[in-house]
């Protein structure tokens, strides 16, 4: 057990593992800082098709697209097409009931069309001490291997 600790590629796995962890939480509190402003966002430039992504699904209302960065071997983002003032759950009001509802709807569908309905993970992160580092809405639909608990 200990030379697995202390093998070359452990520690390398290690170090990448906390410096991506690092970068994740710099990144998220640089994101809050900007996420009352105006502008588009990444997702609103996904939406809109300035930027391609490898869509999974599509309705008036949501998009569904792969993460660049996949968790997991399933990893598609779940976003409104409208963002509505809907940057974050810890932002929702009464009016967004409908929309929030749909996008779980999507994630169920989501996963039924990947294939992962006996097991998988829906995530949103809220903030930056969750690592939330686009201030549009979004669920991270994940699974395709044995998600672990407690998450993280």
Same mark, same amino acid.
């Given at each position: 057990?200990?030379?697995?600790l202390t093998?070359?590629?452990?520690?390398?796995?290690?170090?990448r593992?906390?410096?991506?962890?690092?970068?994740?939480?710099?990144? +998220?509190? %640089?994101?809050?800082?900007?996420?009352?402003?105006?502008?588009p966002?990444?997702?609103?430039?996904?939406?809109? /098709? =300035?930027?391609?992504?490898?869509?999974?699904y599509?309705?008036e209302?949501?998009?569904?697209?792969?993460?660049?960065?996949?968790q997991?071997?399933?990893?598609?983002?779940?976003?409104?097409?409208?963002?509505n003032?809907?940057t974050?759950?810890g932002? +929702?009001? %009464?009016?967004?009931?409908?929309?929030?509802?749909?996008?779980?709807?999507?994630?169920?569908l989501?996963a039924? /069309? =990947?294939?992962?309905?006996?097991?998988?993970?829906?995530?949103?992160?809220?903030?930056p001490?969750?690592?939330?580092s686009v201030?549009?809405?979004?669920?991270?639909?994940?699974g395709?291997?044995?998600?672990k608990?407690?998450?993280?």
């Open positions: 057990m200990a030379a697995a093998s070359p590629f452990s520690i390398i796995r290690c170090v593992h906390i410096t991506a962890s690092v970068d994740e939480e710099t990144y +998220a509190k %640089t994101a809050a800082g900007s996420s009352e402003t105006r502008g966002t990444i997702f609103d430039k996904i939406i809109s /098709k =300035e930027i391609p992504s490898s869509i999974v599509e309705d209302k949501v998009l569904a697209f792969r993460d660049i960065n996949p997991a071997p399933v990893h598609v983002l779940v976003i409104p097409k409208l963002r003032g809907l974050q759950l932002k +929702a009001e %009464t009016r967004h009931a409908e929309i929030l509802g749909h996008l779980l709807y999507v994630a169920k989501v039924e /069309k =990947e294939g992962i309905t006996d097991g998988f993970r829906v995530v949103i992160n809220n903030g001490t969750a690592c939330q201030y549009h809405l979004h669920l991270h639909v994940l395709g291997r044995q998600m608990w407690p998450p993280g």
